[in-house]
């Protein structure tokens, strides 16, 4: 049985103030962490009994319309939640969906030991692959303060090695970055639900739009805390084997895009004072320092 999460803070919209055309909500079971306000809730959908999520905007973030306009367009070649209803509520544009199923992967390494994992990332790196050769009517994608090398305004002050990670992204920042290729946004494992080797959904859509394809590849390939895979080249290597396997990317553009992700995830969790973290952020960055151009 799932874990239930209690709320864990403050929803900027009041679901029960809510006048949805064809929701009607009878229990609300957990609040996934999450960027957004999400809700999981037992319903009913044009008097048929639904599990569904609900989720609404914190902030200009996330653009929650692009995604609306989006997930129709991709539902028959990609699975991803199908949307019951969506509006907006005190200035905040919510959506209603049929909740999806499936385990991610964070849970299918530690409870499986004998699963084999360099299928599960070659897998994982082709969907993306595949996602990016969509041709898709959108909106380009939002920038956000990752896409660029840390700032000073948004970190505090930087040691001589963060320096120098600063300076070799500065001198080496892709000269030409082109917003033509259709992308998730945030296809990180948390968003991507599994069953035997096989994708079984892929969720939140609302960073999707016309973007820099090598920018939503390193985002996959960050290591975020806690996270026991893609923290060996030999992993990594083989997501981009799938990816390779159905598209192409600019190599030293994924380079800088990875080297950029990595710092700014270490300058974000300087403050929780996790060594073993931040430290294996060091050698994965140092590592792809040495991978040719």
């Given amino acids: 049985m799932a874990k239930i999460q209690e709320k864990w803070r403050e929803s900027l919209v009041d679901i029960n103030e809510i006048k949805f055309k064809n929701i009607e909500i009878e229990k609300i079971i957990s609040y996934p962490p999450a960027g957004n306000d999400v809700f999981d809730c037992l319903g009913k959908y044009k008097s048929e009994k639904k599990n569904f999520i609900f ?5 200009s973030f996330a653009n929650f319309s692009n995604e609306i306009k989006v997930l129709p367009k991709i539902d028959k070649y990609m699975p991803v939640p199908k949307i019951l209803e969506s509006g907006s509520h005190d200035g905040h544009v919510y959506i209603v969906m049929e909740k999806m199923h499936g385990e ?13 994992k360099e299928k599960y990332l070659y ?13 898709i009517a959108c909106d380009k994608a939002k920038i956000r303060i990752i896409n660029d ?5 948004d970190y505090k002050n930087f040691d001589e090695w963060e320096k120098n990670i600063i300076n070799y992204l ?12 259709f992308i998730h946004g945030d296809f990180h494992y948390g968003n991507i639900f599994w069953k035997n080797y096989e994708i079984t959904a892929i969720l939140d859509w609302e960073y999707s739009g016309m ?13 975020r805390p806690g996270q026991k895979f893609m923290n060996k080249r030999k992993e990594i290597e083989e997501f ?20 950029n992700g990595l710092l700014h995830f270490y300058l974000m969790n300087k403050k929780n004072n996790n060594n ?14 040495k991978i040719s151009d």
């Fill in 211 to 223: 973007g820099f394809k090598e920018q939503d590849i390193a985002w996959a390939l960050i290591l």
């Fill in 149 to 153: 090398y840390p700032k000073k305004k």
């Fill in 240 to 259: 981009l084997r799938g990816y390779r396997s159905s598209n192409t990317y600019d190599k030293q553009k994924l380079k800088w895009c990875y080297i």
């Fill in 104 to 116: 991610k992967l964070s849970d299918i390494f530690k409870e499986n030991h004998n699963a084999n």
């Fill in 276 to 289: 073993d973290y931040l430290n294996k952020i060091k050698e994965l960055i140092d590592d792809a320092l």
């Fill in 55 to 59: 989720k609404s905007e914190r902030g």
């Fill in 123 to 135: 897998n994982y790196g082709l969907a993306l692959a595949k996602i990016h050769k969509l041709n």
């Fill in 170 to 181: 500065k001198e080496n920042k892709p000269q030409e970055i082109i917003y033509n290729t």
